[in-house]
């Protein structure tokens, strides 16, 4: 298995960015599909989630600005982030918890500048 995380950059508050994750060796339309991040000296978060069902969940502080959606024929997760903040700044990773296992994508840095 094998999630190939992309799109993160730098960006000024208030800005957008979209992330992206490919996946490959897993049966991706059948699977949740996650968002976390890890900012500098705090524990690593869940950020968002969607079902095999299409159905998405958020944490508080992002709700109203980031989107995630899947594209099951391309077997690809995004993220879309509007109205960035400084606090949004971390390191952002997808996940997918399969045959009682969680896999995790390297990770990309999303810097927003104040």
């Known amino acids: 298995v094998q999630l190939q995380a992309s799109g993160g950059g730098l960006v000024q508050a208030g800005g957008s960015l979209r992330l992206s994750c490919a996946a490959s060796?897993?049966?991706?339309?059948?699977?949740?599909l996650d968002w976390y991040r890890q900012a500098p000296g705090k524990e690593r978060e869940l950020v968002a989630s969607?079902?095999?069902?299409?159905?998405?969940n958020y944490r508080d502080s992002v709700k109203g600005r980031f989107t995630i959606s899947r594209d099951n024929v391309k077997r690809t997760m995004y993220l879309q982030m509007n109205g960035l903040e400084p606090e949004d700044m971390a390191v952002y990773y997808c996940h997918i918890f399969w045959r009682d296992r969680h896999y995790w994508g390297q990770g990309t840095q999303v810097t927003v500048s104040s």
């Open positions: 060796g897993i049966n991706f339309r059948l699977n949740t």
């Open positions: 969607v079902t095999s069902g299409n159905s998405a």
